[in-house]
Nanobody, 127 residues
Framework: QVQLVESGGGLVQAGVSLRLSCAASGRPLSWSAMGWFRQAPGKEREFVAAINWSSTTTIYGDSVKGRFTISRDNAKNTVYLQMNSPKPEDTAVYYC????????????????????WGQGTQVTVSS
């Protein structure tokens, strides 16, 4: 079993960059994909970003495209989410996730395809 721990969340003013980290215990399976999702109270869990094992492919949700950047360091078993120009509507609990294999790129947007989840870290963006 893979355990994921998010960090880096907190309260930030709109426009101030924030960087989230997610560290996996042990080593994730080879060829695993990693992703970020977020969920605000009363809302569905929303896809944010995903990245393949080799970091050659990244995809983003429409609401964060051009502002957020996902990256990973396999030697550290860690995935990052760089949040530039955050907006109040980015306020949510952010979760990282891992799935075995990569498969069809667009399926990475589907939370049901992921195998492991972190507990989440709260990000609050004030105006």
């Amino acid at each position: 079993q893979v355990q994921l721990v998010e960090s880096g969340g907190g309260l930030v003013q709109a426009g101030v960059s924030l960087r989230l980290s997610c560290a996996a215990s042990g080593r994730p399976l080879s060829w695993s994909a990693m992703g970020w999702f977020r969920q605000a109270p009363g809302k569905e869990r929303e896809f944010v970003a995903a990245i393949n094992w080799s970091s050659t492919t990244t995809i983003y949700g429409d609401s964060v495209k051009g502002r957020f950047t996902i990256s990973r360091d396999n030697a550290k078993n860690t995935v990052y989410l760089q949040m530039n120009s955050p907006k109040p509507e980015d306020t949510a609990v952010y979760y990282c996730a891992v799935r075995r294999g990569f498969g069809i790129v667009q399926t990475l947007r589907d939370k049901s395809t992921y195998d492991y989840w972190g507990q989440g870290t709260q990000v609050t963006v004030s105006s």
